[in-house]
């Protein structure tokens, strides 16, 4: 069964990257052909998909923040990293990780990130 587990710091102040790792148990993120996303709901707000790793390590960005947002990957920790930079409290959210880019079959548990000074 495929697990994934976001992780990182829960605040972040205005003007700085917030940057989460998602770590994957039970399958690899080089698995054809696979993808890897993130996806965030702010407060009172729906879901938005804000981009992907695939298999191969090609990167998707959502076209509204693909200036602000890097997705790479370890492979030898079968990790993805999601950072966002210049962050505004528009940003707060909770933040997903998923299998998938337009099917979504497995999703973590999600993770609040509050952006404050």
């Known amino acids: 069964q495929v697990q994934l587990q976001e992780s990182g710091p829960g605040l972040v102040k205005p003007s700085q990257t917030l940057s989460l790792t998602c770590t994957v148990s039970g399958g690899s993120i080089t698995t054809n052909y696979y993808y890897w996303s993130w996806i965030r709901q702010p407060p009172g707000k729906g879901l938005e998909w804000m981009g992907a790793i695939a298999y191969s390590g090609s990167t998707y960005y959502s076209p509204s923040l693909k200036s602000r947002t890097s997705i790479s990957r370890d492979t030898s920790k079968n990790q993805f990293t999601l950072q966002l930079s210049s962050v505004t409290p528009e940003d707060t959210a909770v933040y997903y990780c998923?299998?998938?880019?337009?099917?979504?079959?497995?999703w973590g548990q999600g993770t609040l990130v509050t952006v404050s000074s």
């Open positions: 998923a299998r998938g880019e337009e099917a979504l079959d497995a």
